[in-house]
């Protein structure tokens, strides 16, 4: 007797070789868009959108989609994207696949295969592919979420954008995902405690040698 089939995901099957499944997924993306599949605009950030640290601390941005169907089509199967940020400012540490409360909504059964590239300074590539089914995926996943965790640590003074680009998602079924948006984020660095205290030692100076030249140029009074 034959076990009941189960449908399986759009991009299982793929070579081990993260470069051969990149190109897959960006050729299965584009076949998928001469399918007659309804497509739904959705919204990728970076959140939070405005942070600031002080020189040394960790920095950690999230990538937040939203815009889904609420546990059911449309819903995410694969991503690719590129963060780019400034490396005199910011230095990348690491990465996490995944939302830290719901888990990986990617991989919720069977997993998926997921890849990082340091491209170059200032600039990383992240991707994840689902080997689950549709369905599966369909029930797992809520209309917003986290793709993933990037931590960097502040190493100088200054601000800098950290942007997405190069976006390419697909849905449960491989059809494109057409992005309505894309939201960035801004990272700056707090001044140092001794800024703060130089310059407001050397305008307490300043204002006190205002005052008393102005003491002494002042006309006795007459009597």
């Known amino acids: 007797m034959r076990g009941s ?12 070789s993260s470069l051969s499944l990149r190109l897959r997924f960006t050729r299965v993306v584009g076949l998928a868009g001469l ?7 959705v919204q990728l950030s970076l959140v939070p959108a405005v942070q600031v640290a002080d020189v040394g601390d ?14 059911t089509a ?9 963060v780019s940020f400034n490396p005199a400012v910011l230095s990348y540490d690491s990465a996490t696949f995944g939302d830290p409360v719901l888990g990986d909504l990617l991989a919720p059964l069977t997993g998926s295969i997921t890849g990082l590239t340091d491209l170059a300074p200032g600039l990383i590539n ?6 689950d089914a549709p369905s599966d995926l369909h029930d797992a996943q809520p209309d917003n979420f986290l793709l993933a965790s990037l931590r ?3 190493t100088a003074q200054g601000s800098t954008t950290v942007s997405l680009q ?15 948006s894309i939201e960035n984020a801004t990272v700056s660095a707090i001044p140092e ?6 310059g407001a030692a050397t305008l307490a100076a300043g204002i006190a040698t205002a005052l008393r030249r102005r003491r002494n140029h002042q006309p006795a009074a007459t009597r």
């Open 166 to 180: 190069d976006v390419l998602l697909a849905d449960a079924w491989g059809a494109p995902l057409p992005v309505e």
């Open 74 to 82: 449309p819903s995410l199967g694969a991503f690719d994207v590129s």
């Open 5 to 16: 089939h189960q449908p399986r995901s759009p991009f299982s099957g793929a070579m081990n």
């Open 35 to 41: 399918l007659t599949i309804p497509a739904q605009a």
């Open 193 to 198: 405690t001794g800024t703060f205290a130089v």
């Open 58 to 71: 960790p920095v950690e941005i999230r990538i937040l989609i939203a815009g889904l169907g609420n546990f």
């Open 152 to 154: 960097f640590s502040m």
């Open 126 to 131: 992240l991707f994840e592919v689902s080997l």
